[in-house]
């Protein structure tokens, strides 16, 4: 089946800049969303919830800053309530 889809300049930039088409990037969006889909169905509709939130949390926790130890000091959260 073929399929015209339009992709922002922008993804299709970042897409190339890692090396893909922009072809074989949707195609692959396509077969994870299959794949998950079909072993999703089984799981309960709150742990799948769960399941997808923490997916996407570590799909994108390349992009957390790194902070100094000193930022999780107890001080640093409370300094305000004195």
Same mark, same amino acid.
């Given at each position: 089946?073929? !399929?015209? @889809? ?8 970042? @897409? ?9 990037? !949707? ?6 969303? !299959? ?7 089984? @799981?309960?509709? &709150? &742990? ?35």
């Amino acid at each position: 089946m073929l !399929v015209t @889809v339009e992709i922002p300049d922008e993804v299709a930039a970042a @897409v190339q800049a890692r090396g893909e088409t922009p072809e074989s990037y !949707v195609r692959g969006l396509i077969d994870h969303a !299959v794949r998950r889909s079909s072993s999703d169905a089984s @799981v309960a509709p &709150k &742990k799948r919830d769960i399941q997808w939130f923490l997916r996407e949390m570590a799909a994108n926790s390349d992009k957390i800053p790194q902070l100094p130890d000193e930022a999780f000091t107890r001080e640093s959260f409370y300094r305000d309530h004195e």
